[in-house]
Structures are given as structure tokens and as C-alpha cells.
């Protein structure tokens, strides 16, 4: 089993910035790439980055060029720096994880609450 632990929401304004963090621990050896996936309210989920253990990433059209993805595989975490955080951000970010990039999340975190207040 592995378990992943999100941390790092709040309630920011609009322009500024947030990091979420996601640690894993458990057999972290099933996991190949973590995702950030979120769910504005009302909204279907919906990929925002992911990144492999070998550093590939891919990232949602809707954050390229204000967020980043990033991990420390020694340390088990991976991170997303928001930046220029816009209304629309506001959801519940989710860290899964999976086998690859591109296929369905076998894991998940619990969420952590994002809102921009504009």
C-alpha cells in the first residue's frame, strides 16, 4: 500500500503564490509517476501536472508557464509551486499516484483546499 499525504492549501489572493507538498511513504517502489490532479467546485476532476521519477512532466494547457512540478525522490515528496494563482485555481488538489504518467491513478491523497479570492 502506499499512502500520500497532502499539505500546503489555503486562501490566497489573486496573483499570488502557494506550494503544495505531497509525501509518500509505504511501498513507494509501486510508484513511478505522481500527478496533481484538482476539483473546482461543481467540476469534474481534471489533470493539472505530473512528473515521473526520472523527471519527465506534463502539465494541464490551463497552468503551463505559472505552475511547476517538481520532487525530491530521497525525500519521497513531490511539490507544485503555483504561481499567479487566478480565481479559477480555486479547488481541491489531489496527489496520486501511478505507474506511469498517463494512466489512471491507482492512489490518492485525501485533498487539500486551494481558494483565490479575487
Known amino acids: 500500500q502506499v499512502q500520500l499525504v497532502e499539505s500546503g492549501g489555503g486562501l490566497v489572493q489573486a496573483g499570488e503564490s502557494l506550494r503544495l507538498s505531497c509525501a509518500a511513504s509505504g511501498s513507494i517502489f509501486a510508484i513511478n509517476a505522481v500527478s496533481w490532479y484538482r476539483q473546482p467546485p461543481g467540476k469534474q476532476r481534471e489533470l493539472v501536472a505530473g512528473?515521473?521519477?526520472?523527471?519527465?512532466?506534463n502539465y494541464a494547457d490551463s497552468v503551463k508557464g505559472r505552475f511547476t512540478i517538481s520532487r525530491d525522490n530521497a525525500k519521497n515528496t513531490v511539490y507544485l509551486q503555483m504561481n499567479s494563482l487566478k480565481p479559477e485555481d480555486t479547488a481541491v488538489y489531489y496527489c496520486?499516484?501511478?505507474?506511469?504518467?498517463?494512466?489512471?491513478?491507482?492512489?490518492w491523497g485525501q485533498g487539500t483546499q486551494v481558494t483565490v479570492s479575487s
Open positions: 496520486t499516484g501511478a505507474y506511469s504518467l498517463g494512466v489512471s491513478p491507482r492512489y
Open positions: 512528473i515521473t521519477r526520472g523527471m519527465s512532466t
